[in-house]
């Protein structure tokens, strides 16, 4: 008899050390295998073979004829469990498919060497940049919307192939998907695999079994959760829009796909291209003191480029830019029905990340921050007070400034919603759709990709999923309905993201195909994030920015960890947060902390939250405080990409 440790796919499984079952037959590491776990068969694989145990232990039930999980893979899966601690049940979901059924086929792709010849020419920063990227590494490439990035990335995957090595592309965002699936499938063809959430359970087993059969190398494209393809030899992987919160999973393990990605390089001595023309401060910060190549394209790639983008900033603060409309100022509406008459595409950007209300003088501009943290504060209408929801100062909300003593004190948000119905009544006979979060199925951008890139919408109206990678050749007004909204958030990361989205939906326009006006909505027009995007100063938002985190201690010159109780009433949450904050205190943890506060979400399903924010010079010092973490009704995530 044999004995072996295996990793259960299961959520109901919450331990953290692997199980020992036994065979009659000789397997190898990594082979797929069915295995019961309490009263069900769940779906396993082995990732060692052990000694005979000292306790009684079941059988195996099944061994699946697919070829066995990749060595890399199993690593990647310890080196998760260590860095990023979650139960072993969750880690062995990212690994393996649902199910493995005996009627499963894979598909014989017929692939075909790539097809290179339509691509454009490289420019001389393009060939610049590719010279540079010389062998495994990580390469931040800092490039302008519109300054040919992915013709990067095919021609690394181009080089990549020919070595007989697969790549990973990966994308923050479903929608983006198809999109730059096309665009490799051109050159590829079926050696192209996409792989997302929305596939079918189906598709998703069948997907995971022609990776894992596959003999020749394949371009798998997908957001964070393709890195954990079953693929055998990796030569290279790319993060497209490298700053987007998307690549961080909100559940557990709560892994940023930037540091997966960078172990899973280092596994198969792979090239790692983070790409973005609005990099993390954090990347850039650790480029840059750990020498790593920084690789910039400033110029369009297009090079009959003839038209460029002109940006008029309209100050919300004069109400008379308002009339006959409530959120659109005259300005934007001038260019809407310009461009209606002369059959050009509008877009309408509105970030709806602001859940919190805008706490802001009308007259002056003037903004409710924490004197202690520099972040927004949080209006409380129930309480009618400001808080702060890193560190919990608290103040009354005032009646009138406290700058300029003007009385109209702004507490207000609109959403996307309102801006469509505003749009249809000012404009009955325009062509508009709405793309956000609520959008059904149906409705999802990815679906009306191919007639919106044609012209058969006139008016887009949408969140961020519309302001990162689309290349739309009529689009010539674009208009910012709010560049304040993500100010407004209570967390460190608002000015760093403001300035993200600001740059990323202004590089809609101004790509060469056709002259373009923006208009950007504020009421704070002289703030340092708004005036780098408009002025495409990323060097002194650089430096303001991180010289503000130095001073308040935030990343990247500290490690993060959030802590969250729920409880059944707001003193009892508090009062848990208070105790294992001492309880910190008295094991000796090199730490700081902060707080207890309300979550940002202070009530959740009828249970209050509160939360510590715990920074430390040291990462593993929080992994301490993770293993004294009680078990009940407490949550955490390390290396938060915000405290909200």
């Known amino acids: ?69 990749p060595q890399q893979v199993l690593q990647l899966g ?4 260590a860095y990023y601690p979650a139960p072993l049940g969750l880690i062995a979901q990212h690994l393996l498919p649902a199910h493995v059924h005996a009627k499963d086929t894979t598909e014989q792709l017929s692939i075909q060497p790539p097809h290179a010849a339509g691509l454009p020419t490289l420019t001389i920063e393009q060939t610049n940049v590719l010279e540079h990227i010389t062998g495994p590494d990580t390469y931040l490439l800092h490039g302008r919307t519109g300054s040919g990035k992915t013709r990067i990335y095919i021609e690394l995957a181009l080089r990549t192939i020919t070595e007989n090595r697969s790549c990973i592309i990966l994308t923050p965002e479903i929608s983006l998907t198809s999109q730059l699936a096309t665009q490799f499938r051109n050159v590829f063809g079926k050696r192209v695999i996409v792989l997302h959430s929305q596939l079918t359970p189906k598709e998703r087993r069948l997907t995971w079994l022609n990776i894992v059969s596959a003999t020749e190398p394949l371009i798998v494209i997908g957001p964070r959760s393709a890195l954990f393809s079953p693929l055998r030899s990796i030569g290279l992987i790319v993060l497209d829009e490298a700053h987007e919160p998307a690549y961080k999973q909100e559940q557990a393990p709560h892994y940023l796909a930037s540091r997966v990605a960078g172990k899973l390089a280092g596994l198969h001595k792979a090239v790692l291209v983070l790409g973005s023309a609005t990099p993390l401060i954090t990347d850039y910060f650790v480029a840059t003191q750990k020498h790593k190549p920084i690789l910039e394209l400033s110029t369009l790639a297009q090079s009959t480029a003839q038209y460029s983008t002109r940006i008029e900033v309209v100050d919300l603060k004069e109400r008379t830019v308002l009339g006959r409309s409530t959120y659109l100022s005259q300005p934007l509406l001038t260019h809407i029905e310009t461009a209606l008459l002369k059959k050009e595409q509008v877009l309408l950007y509105l970030n709806r990340r602001g859940t919190a209300r805008i706490i802001l003088c009308e007259n002056c501009g003037w903004q409710a921050l924490c004197p202690h943290c520099d972040v927004p504060l949080t209006y409380h209408g129930d309480s009618h007070e400001l808080r702060c929801h890193v560190c919990n100062y608290h103040e009354s909300a005032p009646n009138t400034c406290p700058v300029c003593g003007h009385p109209n004190i702004i507490f207000r948000a609109v959403g996307t919603k309102a801006v469509a119905a505003d749009i249809a009544r000012l404009f009955p006979g325009a062509r508009v759709q709405r793309f956000d979060a609520d959008n059904q199925k149906a409705e999802r951008f990815e679906q009306h990709y191919e007639a919106i ?12 999923l519309l302001a990162k990678g689309l290349d739309l050749p009529r689009l010539s007004t674009l208009g910012i309905i709010n560049a304040d909204t993500s100010l407004s958030m209570p967390d460190f990361s608002s000015n760093e993201r403001t300035y993200q989205l600001l740059k990323q939906v202004l590089g809609r326009v101004g790509r060469g195909h056709i002259a373009a006006t923006a208009i950007i909505q504020t009421y704070q027009p002289d703030h340092p994030a708004i005036r780098a995007a408009i002025e495409d100063d990323w060097t002194a938002f650089y430096r303001a920015e991180l010289e503000s985190r130095q001073l308040y201690n935030f990343p990247p010159f500290c490690y993060l960890l959030k802590l969250v109780v729920r409880r059944a009433s707001a003193a009892r949450a508090e009062k848990a947060a208070e105790a294992f904050a001492e309880t910190i205190r008295a094991t000796g943890i090199r730490v700081r902390i902060e707080g207890p506060a309300p979550s940002f979400y202070e009530k959740f399903q009828n249970k209050y939250q509160w939360q510590l924010v715990i920074k430390a010079n040291e990462r593993s010092q929080l992994l301490k405080v993770i293993n004294i973490l009680p078990k009940s009704n407490w949550s955490y995530d390390i290396d938060p990409i915000n405290l909200l």
Do not use: C
Not at 28 to 53: C, D, F, H, N, Y
Not at 78 to 81: A, D, F, S, T, Y
């Open 1 to 69: 008899m044999y004995f072996y440790q295996v990793w259960v796919r299961s959520n109901h499984f919450h331990g953290n050390e692997a199980l020992t079952y036994q065979s009659p037959q000789r397997l190898a590491v990594g082979t797929v295998v069915s295995v019961p776990l309490q009263r069900e068969q769940v779906l396993a694989v082995i990732t060692k073979a052990t000694m005979k145990p000292t306790f009684t232990t079941k059988h195996i039930t099944k061994v699946h004829d697919v070829p066995t999980v």
């Open 78 to 81: 310890e080196w998760l469990k």
């Open 453 to 464: 890139h044609a012209g058969e919408v006139d008016i887009l109206v949408g969140t961020q």
